[in-house]
C-alpha cells in the first residue's frame, strides 16, 4: 500500500476526471491525506458474496479504464467481469487474456516503488515521487490523542514481527536487550507495537526485558499506528510494512534486513538506515528459515545501538 503512492500521486496529477480506489479497508487509513481518492470502495472479504456485490455495484458507475496494481489473478478478473473496456496491468499469474494493456517487467528484482511507476510511463503521465510519502491529518492526530493520551515524546518504537513470515524477525531477546540499552542510553521510552497475531511475540520480548516500567506493549489499528510512528524519535523494525510507513512519513527508522533481496523494497530515502550481515544463504526470501538464521542472529543490539545512534544524528550513510 504505501509502496503504491508515488504512483498514486503521479497518477492523480495526470487525471482530470475522477479516481477512485478499491482495496481493504484499512489501506483508506494509510491513504488519507494524500487526497488521491475521489472515492475508495473497501473489498475485504475473499467470499463469492462480497465479490458479486461490489461487481454488481461497480458495474453501474462506467469506468473509462481500470488499472490493476496487485498481481493477483482476482483483482484483474474483477475488472474483467466488470466490463470496463481499458484495463492495465502486468499480465502475471495467467491473467493477461484479462488485460488490454500490458505493462512489459523485466526478469530481475525490481523495487516496488518502480514497478508501479512503470504504469504511469505506459500511461504517457510524469512521475512526481520517487519514494513512499504519508500525511497525518488533524482529524487523526485528535482521535489518537484523545485515545492515548498517556503516549509523550520522546519514544522509540519496535515493529518485532513479520506478517511475511518469521524469517524475517530479529530474534525477541535482541529486541530485550535493545530496549534496555536504549533506556540507559538515551532515558527514552519504548513502544513495542505488535500488528496482528503478534501479540504473543512482543509479550516475550517484554518479558526479557529489564527496565519494564520504560516500555509498554500498545495495540493499535492502522489509523493510531500511523500517528504512533510519526512521532516517534526514531523506529526499530524489522523488513516489513510499518518500516515503511515510517520512511515515509521522514522518521528515522533503522531496518533489520534478514532474508529478503532488499532490491525489492529500494527507493531514495534520507531517514532509512538499514542494517545487514553479508552471509553466504542471503538473500534467500524464504519465509522460514531451514538453517541458524545466521542472517539476523549476527546483527547484534549492540549494533542496532550505533546504528540507531547514527540514525539520530542523521549521518548519511544508509546501510551497514
Known sequence: ????????????ASLDGELWGIGKGNAIHIYNGLEVFDRFITLDSKGFIPFLDTISFLRNVHFERGIILPHSFRSALLLYVVGIKKRI????????FMLTDH??????PEPTVEHYLKIIDELGGKRLLDSPLLFVTEDEEQKFDDRYMDI??????FIVGAQYGPSKCWPDSYFSELADLIVKEHNMKVYVLPGKGEEELAHKVFEGITNKDRVEVKLLDIRDLKVCLSRATVVVSNDTGPRHLAAALSVPTVVLLGPMDERYTYYPSDCTYQICRDVPCRPCNKKRCDKDHECLKHITPHDVLVRLEEALEGKSEKTA
Open 103 to 108: 505493462v512489459n517487467g523485466g526478469t530481475v
Open 152 to 157: 509523550h515524546k520522546p519514544y522509540a518504537v
Open 89 to 96: 496491468g502486468y499480465a502475471r499469474n495467467e491473467r493477461g
Open 1 to 12: 500500500m504505501v509502496m503504491a503512492t508515488p504512483f498514486l500521486r503521479s497518477l492523480r
